[in-house]
């Protein structure tokens, strides 16, 4: 089975405002087949410090129940250990978001690569700060 390059993000929302707004803009890339998400965890840090991690079947917040419409694989990729050492990173008062998904658009590439003994010698993801301050007045801004 051809796969893509599967990548994870943290985003954490402090002051614990996660609402999951972000989840149609999830949905839409799953639908369009640009992505496919492998898990989705969430870590929950309150005031007096103490984590709490679930995925997100379990939790019936709004929030929660705004990522149960996607469509996801619950994998292994991701434990309750690892979710508890970010919590452990996390400010008091913090929730996060943790997701791992595979850049299915980049499936056929990195066969190719793969195929022809290519090597990942370095792969990294600029911050959108970096950019925008970069390229002033760019299109990237809108």
């Known amino acids: 089975m051809a796969i893509g390059?599967?990548?994870?993000?943290?985003?954490?929302?402090?002051?614990?405002?996660?609402?999951?707004?972000?989840?149609?803009?999830?949905?839409?890339?799953?639908?369009?087949?640009?992505?496919?998400?492998?898990?989705?965890?969430?870590?929950?840090?309150?005031?007096?410090?103490?984590?709490?991690?679930?995925?997100?079947?379990?939790?019936?917040?709004?929030?929660a129940k705004a990522f149960q419409a996607l469509q996801y694989e619950v994998g292994d990729l991701v434990n309750e250990e690892d979710l508890r050492a970010i919590g452990e990173r996390m400010e008091n008062n913090t929730s996060a978001l943790v997701l791992l998904w595979e850049d299915v658009w980049a499936t056929k590439i990195a066969s190719a690569l793969r195929d022809a003994g290519g090597v990942i010698l370095g792969l990294d993801r600029i911050p959108y700060e970096v950019i925008t301050a970069a390229l002033p007045g760019s299109a990237l801004k809108a």
């Open 5 to 63: 390059p599967v990548e994870y993000l943290v985003v954490a929302f402090p002051g614990n405002k996660f609402k999951g707004d972000i989840a149609p803009a999830l949905a839409d890339l799953v639908k369009a087949g640009t992505i496919r998400i492998i898990d989705l965890a969430f870590v929950l840090k309150d005031k007096d410090g103490s984590v709490l991690v679930a995925e997100v079947e379990t939790l019936d917040s709004d929030a």
